[in-house]
C-alpha cells in the first residue's frame, strides 16, 4: 500500500472522499438549486483531480464542459501554466500513478451573495487535500507520494439573472500548495513526484501537518 505509514493510509478512496454537505435554500436559492450547484461543484473536482483519463490527456475539453461557456476561454489560458495545478491535476508524460486509487479528504461551504450589478450566485467553497501515490524509480521503495492542497471558491450565477452563456459554474478564487512536487514540472501545469518539498531540510514544519485540509494554504516556502 503506496499510503502505509502516511495519515492518508485511512482516508476514502477517490470520490468517496468527496462527500456533500446537506442542501438547504439559501438567499433566493432553492434547496434543489443548491443541490444541483453542490454536485456540479463535485462533478468537476471529480474530473480535474481524480478522473485519470484527463488527468493523462493533452486537453482541457473534459474540464471545460463543467464550467459556464463563458468561463471556458480562461481555463484554456490557464491550460500550461502553473495556475492550472491549483485547481486540476496533469499529470506529467514521465509521471505514473500506482494503481492505487488517490486518497483525498475534505469539506464543502456554501452561501448566497450578490454582486454589484444585482446578479445573485452561489458560492461554493472546496477545501480538500489529494494525496497521489506515484511509481518512483528514485525512491528506495519504487514509489513515493505527492499531497496536494486545495482551496477553490466556485460560483453560480442564478440562472434567471444572467445570459445563457454565463450561466454554470466559475473559478472565482484558487489558491493551493503541493508537498513532494517537482517545481519545475509545476510552472507549466505538470504534476511528478520530487523537487522541493515544503516540510523538508531547513523546515519546522511537520511534514504530516501537510496532510490537514485545516492547514493554512499559504505556505512560507512553495513552488
Known amino acids: 500500500d503506496v499510503f502505509a505509514g502516511t495519515p492518508a493510509a485511512d482516508w476514502p478512496a477517490g470520490a468517496a472522499g468527496i462527500v456533500l454537505p446537506p442542501a438547504r435554500p439559501t438567499g433566493g436559492f432553492t434547496g434543489a438549486e443548491v443541490s444541483a450547484g453542490l454536485a456540479r461543484v463535485r462533478a468537476a473536482m471529480l474530473t480535474a483531480r481524480l478522473d485519470r483519463a484527463f488527468m ?20 484554456r489560458k490557464d491550460w500550461s501554466t502553473e495556475t492550472i495545478a491549483t485547481y486540476a491535476t496533469r499529470l506529467a508524460p514521465d509521471a505514473r500513478l500506482t494503481p492505487d486509487q488517490p486518497r483525498t479528504k475534505g469539506r464543502f461551504t456554501y452561501r448566497a451573495v450578490r454582486q454589484a450589478d444585482g446578479v445573485r450566485m452561489l458560492e461554493v467553497t472546496s477545501n480538500f487535500v489529494w494525496v497521489y501515490g506515484f511509481r518512483d524509480l528514485a525512491s528506495r521503495s519504487g514509489h513515493s507520494v505527492v499531497v496536494l492542497h486545495d482551496e477553490i471558491v466556485w460560483r453560480l450565477p442564478h440562472a434567471g439573472d444572467v445570459a445563457r452563456a454565463d450561466r454554470g459554474l466559475w473559478l472565482h478564487r484558487m489558491s493551493s500548495y503541493g508537498s513532494g512536487v517537482d517545481c519545475d514540472a509545476v510552472k507549466l501545469g505538470l504534476i511528478r513526484p520530487g523537487g ?26 512553495s513552488c
Open 56 to 75: 493523462t490527456g493533452g486537453s482541457p475539453a473534459p474540464l471545460l464542459r463543467h464550467v459556464a461557456p463563458a468561463a471556458r476561454e480562461s481555463v
Open 196 to 221: 522541493l518539498d515544503p516540510a523538508g531540510i531547513g523546515s519546522p514544519e511537520d511534514p504530516d501537518a501537510l496532510y490537514d485540509p485545516e492547514h493554512p494554504i499559504e505556505l512560507p516556502v
